[in-house]
């Protein structure tokens, strides 16, 4: 399996999940989602996308980049759990965007991208969140208080007709619109924002 994808793009052929964030800092609940993903969906690898700069988050409180970077690193293995600062390198602060360039560098790979309950249920704020939601299969993951009230939500509601199971999402290439799923997986209780607390950086 290819190591640490670079900006150029390669010819691998693999089916990758796509886990964003801030990792601020990266934490055994990120780890927890690669790897149940990696399992249920069948995923070759797991990119860790670190952001140079949420623009959903605010600046203060925020760690260096290169802080973020590494304490993603600290949670790969480096062969099926990649930390990589593609966002940074691409110029790219939205996913769609990301997603964009992606697909053009990676032409035979196929791309999910994965995220926590707590983002569906704000997908509607995202860049373009629609045509996100078309183009990319999309994963969701449990998250502690959050599962139920995403499920309930503006992007649950709106994109219902497209769920399916998690081992259908890559099953075949959906013909006008990528499906996205939820992943039967315990609600890990890590969480950065509590991590920074107790760190006393918590901004």
Known sequence: MPGLPGPAGDRRRARIGLLGGSFNPAHAGHRHVAERALRALRLDQVWLLVSPGNPLKPRAGMAPFAERLAS???IGDGVRVLATELEARLHSRFTVDTLAKLVRRFPRARFVLLMGADNLHQLP??????????????????????TRKALNGQAAHALARWRRRPAALLAQPAPDHAPWCLVP????????????AARGGLG
Do not use: F, Y
């Open 185 to 196: 997986a315990r609600e890990h209780p890590a969480s950065a924002t509590a991590i920074r």
């Open 125 to 146: 704020r995202w860049r373009r969140w629609r045509r996100l939601a078309r183009g990319t299969p999309i994963a969701v993951l449990p998250r502690p208080g959050e």
């Open 72 to 74: 993603a690193r600290a």
